[in-house]
């Protein structure tokens, strides 16, 4: 089972910050947080990830709390074309790994 | 920017009948991985792959499923004798060497079994 737990869905205006979060209180010193997203059916598409420290590229930043036991993932001027399924997973295994998907969140951007 | 490549986009088979699922990996990715959705469900890991063996499966790759590294560029999932419950998205993903390198995924081929 995903070791990650998201709220189904969120609404976000166009060009706010959408802030998604995500809970993983059984995360393990050395496992790291990933998300990805889902438009429509397509590939997941890789946005970033994290161990410790936050983290921050073009698409996002990710803040990881203190004790790790959650996250926040920030899209910091939501578009329409981000509305899509966003999964947070928490990444089992070392070289080899595999990826343990959950629901994720729907998120909805608004004009 | 490089990126994983899968053919065809989508399968429609009937019951009982052979696919193969093509995938082009990132050229220097030596990790390779299949996915499956099926429509309006979860991701679900399938098969890992590495060294022209596989690393790890999963208790839907059963003996129907088999994966195999023809050439030195494409990354191929058969399926011997698909069943209606079959049907789904396929992804394929592929990472570098390295250890807590990020899996790229591909585009998906949808596959229909009638």
């Known amino acids: 089972d995903a070791k990650t737990t998201q709220p189904t869905s969120m609404d976000c205006a166009e060009g706010r910050a959408a802030n998604l979060p995500c809970n993983h209180s059984t995360i393990s010193g050395n496992e790291y947080v990933y998300w990805y997203r889902q438009i429509h059916s397509q590939g997941p598409q890789y946005i970033i990830h994290g161990l410790k420290n936050n983290e921050t590229n073009e698409m996002a930043s990710l803040i990881i709390t203190e004790d790790r036991k959650s996250s926040t993932l920030i899209l910091p001027h939501a578009t329409l074309r981000d509305t899509a399924v966003y999964y947070c997973i928490v990444r089992v295994g070392g070289s080899n790994y595999q990826l343990i998907w959950g629901a994720g969140t729907k998120l909805i951007i608004k004009p | ?114």
């Open chain 2, 1 to 114: 920017e490089p990126e994983v490549t899968q053919t065809p986009s989508h399968q429609v088979t009937q019951m009982g009948q052979e696919v193969i699922l093509r995938c082009v990996p990132i050229s220097n990715h030596l990790y390779f991985y299949w996915y499956r959705q099926i429509l309006g469900q979860k991701v679900e890991f399938l098969v890992s792959f590495y060294n022209n063996e596989i690393s790890e499966k999963s208790e839907i790759f059963d003996d129907q499923f088999s994966v195999e590294r023809p050439d030195g560029s494409n990354f191929t999932l058969k399926i011997r004798s698909t069943k209606l419950e079959d049907s789904a998205m396929y992804f394929c993903a592929s990472t570098r060497i390295s250890s807590g390198e990020t899996q790229y995924f591909g585009p998906g081929t949808r596959l229909l079994v009638l």
